[in-house]
């Protein structure tokens, strides 16, 4: 009923809840089918609300019986929630409902997973567990009893009891439902302690099933390091005597910021050097250290509506980023943070889904959490910093801690410490809350009687709902160098707030080549008329390392995009260049390893589009086969001497130092299996003691066309870790030659471990088909066919992983007529389906626009 004519939330129709929760105290009695959930919670009238329907959220909740101060009552009961009689004063609700968690498989509220119970609560998650005002800006003390003959019964906050099949918790932090946790299960853990800044002990554990005790080494590690940087980097203590981590097998999203017990995808907090890569142990450390920073950028202050998500997401995000940087790398996270932008986020913010970081309007609010919101939203924090300075940057978040702990707060909130403590006015800035597209910037130079300048013109393209922009913030980072390779002008940050606006440097010895947008300083699409020997030259001498990594990129893509359309051999410059670059020593491995890489599939096919040339999925994979063969012969034998000589012999350790020689190692045994035919990758197969190498070594044998009795073997190894299967899945598709991936992806989901319910398992098979730019675009259209049956199938069962993965089909206006008629029709078959989910309608009805 309620999902034939799906209902529109808008921000400015932002209204404060009638009453305020004073406190709420809930019992469960765990059954699988049938757990009762009884809730007593005291409102009071809210003083700064002026309408007082009593209306509480509760959707597929069976309710047993309502009181209101004692006495029953009836309410009125639709799908969405429930509306009683309240009175004008303070008063008791108590209610008892019935659910159903085995037969949870959306994986929100309260479900099973492996014989465990737990808990998914964000965005609206907590009204699939009892009836309440689930919204963030509804705050409370909870006291929870959990009943049930389970060895291990947590919740929120800290123990205050327990004995045999009960457990009692208590957080004496005020949050909003969001936030509610719960797990039961057979789980061990993982013990150490924390003693924060002002002395307090903290008991950590990370739980999990018996059988994964072996990987929470590193978890536990990397929950002491981001508790140690919150407290030195933001001075941000943690505050209760317990921190507990769960890891859950099944789950829709990466973890869960829930106060005092996190809950994580186990993806995203197991590893162990055996069954995870290097790039698993840092995504790991990451994902650790943005739900733990998220206690006070998420619990502490909190959203006032789903509307401001950014408010915690953008800026949890950008404290995970600067956390990665300080214990790794921080140009190599810098340009890891880009790729992932331009990967993920600038085609949503360019096409059907693109919407503000702050969104004006949603039908269901699991699909924004994006890319947009999360990654756009860290950079606009970024740019942020980068124009008051570190200095006043770190005021301000003071100012927001001490000012807003314990509440909901908006963008405006946000913005406000900043403008009292630099005297800025930002309303200007805001725009890049407001405003979705990605600007592009247009740059000329122009140099006469030795004074230089730069003259910038931005544009944003129309959006849907935007078809007018204006001129956004920029802060430009630019630096020149002289023609000797001599830096003239240092790093200087240039303010750009007009549509069109130059800047001068005089007084120059020389003309200069510039080094524009240094260290990315604003998430925009540079626009110059660049030459390749210039691009070269900036390659050779950019004392940024951001932008070095970007000569070289340009160059990389400019000859790409000219080999997908036409028959132009690899360029000279970018392989010259690309071989000195490995030669240089004093460059860190993890550096040269991405200098190896090239811009994906799909970002070329935006490019190209971009340039109003339509792209051949087909032309683009043969293009980058060319050039990575091109990049072989040029380095010839220095590739066998680099392999050799970023070997690790030491013990394996995922640190940021054994982890670059390894992606490096990894990166030019790719190229030499084009080479030596896949002898010196069977090698490494067969010797290989961790998981990065075994990867590496498979990825190139399935590449080159080989590997069958490897992948054999290692299924065997491995058949009883779900984690390393998800793997196993994920490489035959992503390594599949294009006209091989849909079938290889078919044949895989008849494999009897394709366990379609479990979001991992489904995201291995199909994020990997989708990843495969040309085989999924195969031209018969069989992909598109195969995804669309899928979503089909998972849809009535799990709605938020069946919308998220409708992104697939984000771009497919940039293809050709023929393509562009395929996807309509597996778009329509989607949208037509009966009962389709609020997710997945929305979702398809903005893509199909
Ligand atoms: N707050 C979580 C995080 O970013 C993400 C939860 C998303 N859940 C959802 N159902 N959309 O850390
Ligand atoms: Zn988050």
């Known amino acids: 009923m309620r999902d034939a004519a799906p209902e529109t939330v808008y921000l400015k129709d932002y209204k404060p809840f009638g009453y305020v929760v004073d406190s709420v105290h809930l019992t469960f009695d765990l059954a699988p089918n049938a757990t009762r959930v009884t809730s007593r919670i005291a409102f009071s009238p809210n003083p700064e609300a002026e309408d007082r329907t009593f209306f509480l959220f509760g959707e597929k909740l069976k309710l047993i019986r309502a009181t209101i101060d004692g006495k029953d009552i009836t309410p009125e009961i639709t799908p969405e929630g429930l509306t009683a009689a309240a009175p004008d004063a303070p008063f008791i609700w108590e209610a008892e409902v019935e659910i159903d968690p085995a037969g949870n498989t959306a994986l929100e509220g309260l479900y099973m997973s492996n014989g465990m119970y737990c808990t998914q609560c964000e965005a609206e998650g907590f009204r699939k567990i009892t009836y309440y005002p689930d919204r963030p800006d509804v705050m409370s003390v909870f006291t929870v009893r959990i009943n049930g003959d389970l060895p291990v019964l947590l919740s929120n906050g800290n123990p205050t009891g327990q004995g045999e099949g009960w457990a009692e918790w208590h957080d004496p932090w005020p949050k909003p439902s969001y936030l509610f946790a719960l797990v039961a299960g057979d789980l061990v853990a993982t013990e150490d302690s924390f003693p924060t800044i002002s002395g307090q002990e903290v008991a950590l554990k990370l739980w999990v099933r018996p059988g994964d005790e072996h990987k929470t080494a590193f978890g536990m590690e990397a929950l002491k390091k981001s508790m140690k940087w919150d407290e030195d980097s933001y001075g941000r203590e943690y505050d209760l005597k317990v921190f507990n981590i769960v890891a859950v097998d099944d789950f829709n999203m990466g973890a869960m910021e829930n106060k005092g017990l996190n809950i994580f995808n186990s993806s995203c907090v197991l590893a162990s050097p055996d069954t995870s890569t290097d790039m698993n142990f840092e995504r790991i450390e990451a994902i650790i250290a943005h739900e733990y920073f998220h206690n006070w950028t998420g619990d502490r202050i909190t959203c006032r509506d789903w509307f401001q998500l950014c408010l915690k997401e953008g800026l949890t995000v950008f404290r995970d980023s600067q956390f990665t940087a300080d214990m790794r790398s921080a140009p190599v996270k810098r340009i890891h943070d880009v790729i992932d932008l331009r990967t993920r986020q600038f085609p949503e913010d360019n096409g059907p889904l693109s919407h503000p970081v702050r969104p004006e309007s949603f039908q269901e609010i699991n699909n924004f959490y994006t890319a947009t919101v999360y990654e756009k939203g860290a950079e606009v924090i970024g740019m942020l910093k980068r124009l008051v300075g570190d200095a006043a940057y770190a005021e301000a978040l003071d100012l927001y801690f001490a000012r807003h702990d314990g509440q909901a707060c908006t963008i405006e909130d946000w913005l406000k410490v900043f403008e009292d403590v630099t005297g800025r006015d930002l309303t200007q800035f805001k725009r890049w809350y407001s405003q979705s597209g990605t600007p592009r910037v247009k740059v ?190 040029a380095l010839g034998p220095l590739l066998e001497e680099l392999y050799e000589a970023n070997q690790v012999t030491d013990p394996y350790q995922p640190d940021a130092e054994q982890s670059g020689k390894r992606a490096l190692a990894g990166a030019l045994l790719r190229l030499i299996t084009r080479r030596d035919g896949g002898a010196r990758a069977s090698a490494l197969y067969a010797a290989a003691d961790n998981m990065t190498l075994t990867l590496t070594a498979l990825s190139c044998l399935l590449q080159a066309g080989q590997g069958g009795a490897e992948l054999a073997a290692f299924y065997d190894k491995w058949k009883d870790d779900r984690l390393v299967i998800d793997k196993w899945f994920m490489l035959q598709i992503a390594e599949a030659a294009p006209e091989r991936a849909v079938s290889v992806a078919q044949a895989l989901t008849e494999h009897p471990d394709f366990n379609w319910r479990n979001p991992n398992r489904f995201r291995a098979v199909f994020g990997a088909l989708s990843a495969n730019h040309a085989g999924f675009h195969d031209a018969t259209g069989a992909g598109y066919q195969l995804l669309a049956d899928w979503l089909i199938r998972l849809d009535p069962l799990n709605p938020q992983t069946t919308a998220r993965m409708c992104t697939a089909f984000q771009t497919w206006k940039r293809y050709d007529p023929a393509r562009q008629a395929k996807i309509a029709v597996e778009l329509d078959r989607i949208a037509t389906t009966p009962d389709l989910s609020r997710d997945t309608s929305e979702m398809i009805s903005r893509i199909r626009g």
Not at 468 to 484: C, D, M, T
Not at 510 to 526: E, K, T
Not at 539 to 557: I, K, M, S, V
């Open 444 to 633: 000329t130079e122009d140099w006469a009687d030795g004074t230089y300048t730069l003259s910038f013109e931005q544009t944003t393209l129309p959006t849907p709902g935007q078809p007018e922009k204006l001129p956004q913030v920029l802060p430009i980072a630019v630096g020149l160098i002289g023609p000797n390779g001599d830096e003239l002008l240092e790093t200087t940050v240039l303010e750009m707030t007009e549509a069109k606006q130059s800047f001068s440097f005089d007084g120059l010895p020389a003309r200069p080549v510039p080094s524009i947008l240094r260290g990315f300083s604003a998430p925009v699409i540079l626009e110059r008329e660049s030459t390749n020997s210039e691009r070269a030259f900036l390659l050779a001498h950019d004392t940024d390392p951001f932008n070095r990594w970007e000569a070289g990129r340009a160059l990389a893509q400019d000859t790409l995009l000219k080999m997908a359309t036409g028959t132009t051999d690899p360029d000279a410059d970018y392989l010259d260049g690309l071989r000195a670059l490995m030669r240089d020593e004093t460059l860190d491995p993890a550096y040269r390893a991405l200098m190896l890489g090239l811009p994906g599939q799909a970002e070329l096919a935006g490019l190209l589009a971009d340039r109003g040339v339509t792209p051949d999925p087909m032309a683009i994979w043969q293009a980058v086969e060319h050039l990575r063969d091109a990049q072989a012969q």
